[in-house]
């Protein structure tokens, strides 16, 4: 069986806007409200793709392709949260 590695952005040659730290929740839900923002966690190379791991407001957390995340970004069905839940335009 092969090891798996798990780089962070930083050693890895990826790159996307998504980074740790950063806020997102639902299209048409109120941003203010923290139990439904989801938090990103880690972005990393995970078997040769860059993923991201984000936390829902449950606790569990999930891992995605970056460029999955990216897209829902991208196409508003997710929106960053600034602030003190004041929603960002990009």
């Known amino acids: ?3 798996t590695t798990f780089t962070t952005e930083r050693q890895s040659s990826a790159a996307t806007f998504i980074a740790p730290g950063q806020r997102y929740t639902e299209l048409g839900t ?3 409200r923290v139990d439904k923002q989801w938090t990103v966690v880690h972005v990393g190379r995970f078997d040769g793709a860059t993923r991201v791991i984000y936390r829902c407001p449950n606790g ?3 891992t995605m392709p970056a460029e999955q995340f990216e897209a829902a970004v991208m196409s508003g069905q997710v929106i960053p949260v600034a602030g003190a839940g004041r929603m960002a335009r990009c």
């Open 1 to 3: 069986m092969a090891a």
């Open 30 to 32: 109120a941003a203010w």
């Open 60 to 62: 569990h957390q999930i």
